[in-house]
């Protein structure tokens, strides 16, 4: 990239204070632009769609959907964006559905600012950085040394899970809207995301997968 090009950032966070310090940063920054900020999964998704930044700074917690989905939807609607995870949280259920979802690098947001500009400096070039908990953690899954085996269903929300339940139990959309108290239109875009999460293709592998893994078991 040529020295004179400016590194366009998204950043994505619910708190408008870690906005405005990130922002307040990288401003100071002669290489970096903040195109755009984004409080929610979907605001992030829409602006990077429209701005298609070079790098975006994910939240991992935001109302609504969430960061790993986001990130998912991320690389569909903006495959250029190199995506950072920006989190405080460094456990299993959420570094993996973070990095399989796309994301380059993971780190926390103890990191100092001077540091967070290299690592966008470094997506840029298609290098990846993982805080050193994080890449602990990684070395231990390639090694296979984790302490538990991965839950299969740690990206679906609760409410995911009780229709993906249903769903497997043979209840129709009208049944499982009934049964939950909500729309058919939103059941099936619980199942669209069940779909998405679980790399399925219909509701019949969605039933069988939630049996093979022990989701629901026979009496």
């Given at each position: 990239?040529?020295e004179?090009?400016l590194?366009?950032?998204?950043?994505?966070?619910?708190?408008?204070?870690?906005?405005?310090?990130?922002?307040?940063?990288?401003?100071?920054?002669?290489?970096?632009?903040?195109?755009?900020?984004?409080?929610?999964?979907?605001?992030?998704?829409?602006?990077?769609?429209?701005?298609?930044?070079?790098?975006?700074?994910?939240?991992?917690?935001?109302?609504?959907?969430?960061?790993v989905?986001?990130?998912?939807?991320?690389?569909?609607?903006?495959?250029?964006?190199?995506?950072?995870?920006?989190?405080?949280f460094?456990?299993?259920?959420h570094?993996?559905?973070?990095?399989r979802?796309?994301?380059?690098?993971?780190?926390?947001?103890?990191?100092?600012?001077d540091?967070?500009?290299?690592?966008?400096?470094?997506?840029?070039?298609?290098?990846?950085?993982?805080?050193?908990r994080?890449?602990?953690?990684?070395?231990?899954?390639l090694?296979?040394?984790?302490?538990?085996?991965p839950?299969p269903?740690v990206?679906?929300?609760?409410?995911?899970?009780?229709?993906?339940?249903?769903?497997?139990?043979g209840?129709?959309?009208?049944?499982?809207?009934?049964?939950?108290?909500?729309?058919?239109?939103?059941?099936?875009?619980?199942?669209?995301?069940?779909?998405?999460?679980?790399?399925?293709?219909?509701?019949?592998?969605?039933?069988?997968?939630?049996?093979?893994?022990?989701?629901?078991?026979?009496?």
């Amino acid at each position: 990239m040529p020295e004179t090009e400016l590194i366009t950032i998204l950043i994505a966070d619910d708190h408008a204070i870690v906005r405005e310090g990130i922002r307040a940063f990288f401003a100071i920054q002669p290489d970096c632009n903040v195109v755009g900020e984004a409080e929610s999964g979907e605001d992030v998704v829409r602006l990077a769609a429209e701005l298609v930044p070079d790098v975006i700074l994910m939240d991992l917690m935001m109302p609504g959907m969430d960061g790993v989905e986001a990130t998912r939807r991320l690389k569909q609607v903006s495959p250029h964006s190199q995506i950072i995870v920006l989190t405080s949280f460094h456990d299993d259920e959420h570094i993996f559905p973070a990095l399989r979802a796309g994301a380059l690098s993971y780190i926390l947001k103890s990191i100092p600012p001077d540091e967070l500009v290299e690592v966008a400096r470094k997506a840029v070039r298609g290098e990846s950085v993982l805080h050193p908990r994080v890449a602990a953690r990684v070395v231990r899954e390639l090694r296979g040394t984790r302490s538990e085996a991965p839950n299969p269903f740690v990206e679906l929300s609760e409410r995911e899970l009780e229709v993906l339940r249903l769903i497997a139990g043979g209840r129709s959309n009208t049944e499982i809207a009934a049964r939950l108290i909500i729309s058919e239109k939103t059941v099936k875009g619980h199942l669209s995301n069940i779909l998405s999460k679980l790399h399925l293709m219909d509701r019949t592998q969605a039933a069988v997968f939630a049996w093979q893994q022990g989701l629901i078991h026979r009496d």
